[in-house]
């Protein structure tokens, strides 16, 4: 099994910043985590890639951030995270964490739980 957990959401003025966690645990071995990827879904519409950050370091942000998001990733603490600056609103919807990579038992792609966040003066 491997659990990711998303935190750091909440509500935000415009203009303002938050950063998000993810956690990424392997509860049988360490996960060894290859790619990471943030994505969010606003009401009524689908789930779209923010941010990707692959092993060597490569990342890839969607046009609508680029400039005002940074993907990262703490290797020892199998955590990655999205520092989120000049929010706007339309930056309002659930953030969700993609951990891809591998541990004892082979390959796996896994999803977080979620976390909202909200700009909104």
Do not use: H
């Not at 969010?40 to 046009?63: C, H, M, W």
């Amino acid at each position: 099994q491997v659990q990711v957990v998303e935190s750091g959401g909440g509500l935000v003025q415009p203009g303002g910043s938050l950063r998000l966690s993810c956690v990424v645990t392997g509860t049988r071995s360490r996960f060894n985590l290859n790619v990471v990827g943030w994505f969010r879904q606003a009401p009524g519409k689908e789930r779209d890639s923010v941010a990707i950050l692959s092993s060597g370091g490569t990342t890839n942000y969607a046009d609508s951030v680029k400039g005002r998001f940074t993907i990262s990733k703490d290797n020892a603490k199998n955590t990655a995270y999205l520092q989120m600056n000049n929010l706007k609103p339309e930056d309002t919807a659930v953030y969700y964490c993609n951990a891809i990579g591998w541990d004892s038992v082979g390959p796996g792609n896994y999803w977080g739980q979620g976390t909202q966040v909200t700009v909104s003066s």
